[in-house]
């Protein structure tokens, strides 16, 4: 059974960092792709940052370019995203999800499993 569990997140002010971690369980970690998304309240969940299997290849959503890092290791079966320069735009649920394959880029539809979120508050 695959399981993902989402940590490091809360309360956080306007150019603090936080590092979020998810660990993943039920699988071989390092053939899957793994990304991040989030949703602010009232918005649709929107993709932020993908990362291969293999930990070569990366992406990221405009907003976050040059503030966030996605990252893995996999020999602990984690994936991470360091996060600074937060601004309070960047409050919402982080979530984080599994691809089916080695690469699968920013579409949410393309996610297989998702953690259960966890908040991410940015106050000015």
């Known amino acids: 059974q695959v399981r993902l569990v989402e940590s490091g997140g809360g309360p956080a002010q306007t150019g603090d960092s936080l590092r979020l971690a998810c660990a993943f369980s039920g699988r071989p970690f390092s053939r899957y792709a793994m990304a991040w998304f989030r949703q602010a309240p009232g918005k649709q969940r929107e993709f932020v940052s993908c990362i291969s299997g293999s930990g070569s290849y990366t992406s990221y959503a405009d907003s976050v370019k040059g503030r966030f890092t996605i990252s893995r290791d996999n020999a602990k079966n984690t994936l991470y995203l360091q996060m600074s320069g937060l601004k309070p735009e960047d409050t919402a649920v982080y979530y984080c999800?599994?691809?089916?394959?080695?690469?699968?880029?920013?579409?949410?539809?393309?996610?297989?499993?998702w953690g259960q979120g966890i908040q991410v508050t940015v106050s000015s």
């Open positions: 999800a599994v691809g089916e394959t080695e690469w699968v880029g920013d579409s949410p539809s393309l996610y297989a499993y």
